[in-house]
């Protein structure tokens, strides 16, 4: 039975993988819990939009602003890649 | 498959948001107050800068005074709640509908009236609310059949008709529709309550409030009869599926004073806002319309609060309906009352605000 030895060149791969695993991670959760929190605040700015035309710039800053949670991911996701 | 995206949880927050900014443009009670202390020419102008523009433009050419703003505020109210119908995606539209069909039954009963009194068609017209599931078209076709038969014959896709057919016969032969008129209000509650289990989100919370206003119109019925010295025959004027069982209404409504009634009525409601209306109201303190107005605002404040604990459900939409309603029936009442010369604190006690 042959024993496997993990040697440096494979440990960093390994490493270089779990990192990139880590950044997908953080890009692709933060994604979707920015559009679970957009799906319920979108469906409300259209509806306040469809009764008072006014509110479609406010009715679109908070849209946005859940956004901010994917770009929370997507830094921490350039963080551990570079 | 479309009808469950139509109902996902995005629609309700949709529609709920609409119905919600509708109510915020509602009358508030300082306008009210305000509309209290003025004349018949400015209530006109007044309504004329709000929602009802449109309508009352429209009538201005054909109706003046009085007449102009209590079919502009029908009209309003009609054309409002099918503009709500519109809005409204999946099981929203249909249970909205069914509640809404007891508008239906108030058309279908105007109607058969005004042709067994040989009122003219015109005349009919103008005192309809079309806000039900019947529309117009159908309306206008009922109003052109001349004898009773053929009405109830030309609604039978409607979700009542089979009600209206078994009670029609003896209906015509007593020359009363008020028997016909109790079984269809019945009919209508239980399928109302039947929809409530239909899988509507907010369906639960919303049968609780349905309770209530069963409750609360049989209590405004027993307090009636007492006050009318009616005694006997009271079983087939209660409505079945509240709190309350039959029985136990007819025993209430055979009170020998009207304390026996507000106690009994507290056995079921100990504590909360209708125990103390009963508290009060067993003082002899309020005039039967103001214990009537009172129990009618105990019903909008718990679908009010209901509404803000289920914000994104149907609650939303069925608080603006009924808000609506009450709206242009104090506006009504202000302009009845100003033109009839009551004082403003007269008019007040008959608002639900």
Redesign the interface.
Known sequence: MAVEVMTVEVAEATAKGLVAIGAGLAVGLTGLATSIAQ??I???A???T???KDMFGLGLLFTVLPETIVIFGLVVALLLLF | MISASQTGPASYIYAATRMRVRKSKLLAREDYIRLLNMGLPEITRFIEETEYKAEIDELAVSFSGIDLIEIGLSWNLANEYQRVLKILPGVMKTFARSYLSHWDIFNVLTILRGKSQGVKTGKIKEILIPAGTINVVTLDRLLAEDSPERIVENLSSWILHPVLEREFAAAQESGSYAGMENELYKAFYRYVLKQTVSGIKGGKPFREYLQLEIDLTNIKTVIRLYQGGVREDVRDLMIEGGNFSVDELVRLAGSESIEEIMEGVKKYYPSGPVANLMEVGGDGEFALHEMENALTQVMLDKMDRISKRYPFSICSTMVYLKRKRYEVANLRAIARGKESGLSGEQIQGYLVM
């Open positions: 799906f319920s979108g469906a409300a259209v509806g306040a469809a009764e008072n």
